[in-house]
């Protein structure tokens, strides 16, 4: 079988399912709310990991794949996943040295179980693991050197066209529609694909404020030019990437009793938080349809 073959022989659902919610936070505002099911794509490639590392076992025809992540990294654990699924090669570059003598962690646990092979690097190797000389020598060191390379988070070109056909799904079918952000790679693809009368808005879960520029980068690259009409909004992030607030942890239990969606928290509760909010200060126009992307699973 070919890479597309090997693909579709895991049956991922897609297009994935699109619901509609009653939720009156949103109707009194005259604003339907629609969740895009990417959750539901596959049991263990989730969501945006579909969409993102799809195309990359692709690109990789058959070649080992390296990726990069920290201890708890969602990215690897999709990743090895993958690797055992199809039955390729796989090599975690994990962020810390002092790991190397410890016990696995649960996540990294999971990715040796599914065949991934771990090697452990200092934080300044891999912060600088972009530059091509770091990254020359990971590989040498890892025994890695003829494998296909997937950034941190998984966003590269690949993985930013991959997350065109999202958008794809939902053109004509939202106005806007939602999405929360790691990296910016999903939102840069999402944009993308979406009909010109249709705007993508991207709630970070990372503080900083960069975002716009990096999703603007990857468009480019990706697509030559930037694409799509969409904005990030920035109010949302509760601190950083996996903080989180009495507050945010209520209202991610409250939306799973309403509406029986298990929540994700590091991204899909700050996501749906920001939409209330959004809602309540009537930045959604009555009469307009609200898609959010359901990009993962708790
Ligand atoms: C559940 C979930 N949602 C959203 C994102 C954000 O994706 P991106 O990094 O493409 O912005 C991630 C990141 O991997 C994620 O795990």
């Known amino acids: 079988m070919t890479g597309p073959d090997v693909l579709a022989s895991l049956r991922p659902r897609l297009p994935s399912p699109l619901q509609e919610v009653e939720d ?5 505002h005259g604003v339907r709310l629609l969740l895009k099911r990417d959750d539901l794509i596959h049991p263990e490639l989730i969501g945006n990991k579909w969409r993102k590392l799809a195309p990359n076992l692709d690109a ?14 969602n990215h690897l654990r999709a990743t090895a996943a993958a690797g055992r699924l199809l039955g390729l090669r796989t090599t975690g570059v994990v962020r810390g040295q002092e790991l190397a003598d410890r016990p696995l962690n649960p ?36 025994h890695a050197e003829d494998a296909h390379v997937v950034p941190e988070g998984g966003s ?7 997350c065109v056909s999202l958008g794809g799904e939902l053109s004509g079918l939202a106005d806007v529609v939602a999405v929360a952000c790691g990296t910016g790679g999903t939102l840069a693809g999402l944009a993308a694909g979406l009909a010109p009368d249709q705007r993508a808005l991207g709630i970070p879960v990372l503080k900083g404020g960069f975002l ?9 690259r990706a697509f030559g030019r930037r694409r799509g009409v969409w904005s990030l909004d920035d109010r949302f992030h509760f601190g950083g990437y996996a903080r989180t607030t009495p507050e945010l942890d209520a209202f991610a239990a409250d939306f799973e009793q309403r509406h029986g969606l298990p929540v994700e928290r590091l991204y899909v509760a700050k996501l749906l938080y920001g939409l209330v909010i959004l809602a309540e200060e009537g930045r959604l126009a009555p009469g307009s349809t609200l898609a959010a992307v359901i990009t993962g699973r708790p």
Do not use: W
């Open 212 to 220: 716009t520029a990096e999703i603007q980068t990857l468009q480019e």
């Open 60 to 73: 990789a025809a058959g070649r080992p794949i390296v990726t990069f992540g920290g201890a708890y990294s």
């Open 107 to 142: 996540s990294l646990a999971r990715c040796a179980a599914d065949g991934m092979r771990l090697h452990f690097v200092d934080r300044s190797t891999y912060r600088a693991k972009a530059e091509p000389r770091t990254l020359a020598a990971i590989l040498r060191a890892a």
């Open 156 to 162: 590269n070109v690949e993985a930013v066209r991959g």
């Open 24 to 28: 009156v936070r949103f109707a009194r």
